[in-house]
DNA sequence: CAAACGTACAACCATATGGTTGTAGGTTGT
DNA sequence: ACAACCTACAACCATATGGTTGTACGTTTG
């Protein structure tokens, strides 16, 4: 359970670090829109091919984006599951808060006594 | 506009890269649940006060937390609000991934000829 | 076949990051 | 007043990150 619960916050980490640099958010938006080979993608940024090269391959193993050989070329497509369960996460976020509000509201008109508490 | 945008794009930096760590999530749980000094966050980590202030100082730069002077303590808190922006900018994302599908089907039901293009 | 193209990856460099220890200042309790 | 507590921040260190150049290899084209 420790197991699984780490591969979770591993992915985590892996898609919030791909998201957090804006040429990758960038190159996302596109794949996202359709695909686009890797050189198509470098031609749009002002650095070489290998740092963009690079930054597929980050949101590669995000898993934020899948490529497929075509030819010579690598065409990229941003993968829209793989942003909802970034997106689900945040959500689980907001769960938690929610139940800070829940508390709050106990204070205001305490629950129906269903359990004793201690 | 660019002035703007540069300015959006410096906080989608911050925010994802303060969510890419999962000590960092971890804390913002737990401030989303309810108020917690940064020495009772400390006291739950295996790791000095210090590297877990510098944690909350990441949360407070994005904004994803805010911190309020209580005596000696220092109450930080989790902005539900903050957390709800992360998750439009991925819904961003969900909407360009939409004019692809729209754009796919385009090409097998094309729209009435309204403008030609080209 | 040879040249040009697209990709992948290694090696390298400067800077950023996540951790540490140490120091200092404001607050609380005795 | 003094000790203990909480916070803040500087200085330092090892490693990660984002960029570069260079090399190698498969694919397309002339």
Redesign the interface.
Known sequence: MTDTADQH?DR??AM??A????TR?DI??RV???EHSVSALAASYDMTFAAVQKHVAVLERAGLVTKRRSGREALAS?D?EA??S??SM??E??T??R??IA?IDDLIAPPPPTERNQ
């Not at 998201?19 to 804006?22: K, Q």
Request: charged letters at 35%; a positive charge.
């Open positions: 916050e985590a980490d919030f670090h998201l957090a640099d804006r958010r996302l938006r996202l829109a359709g941003g829209v942003v909802r970034v997106g945040l959500t976020l907001e938690v808060w139940g800070r508390r």
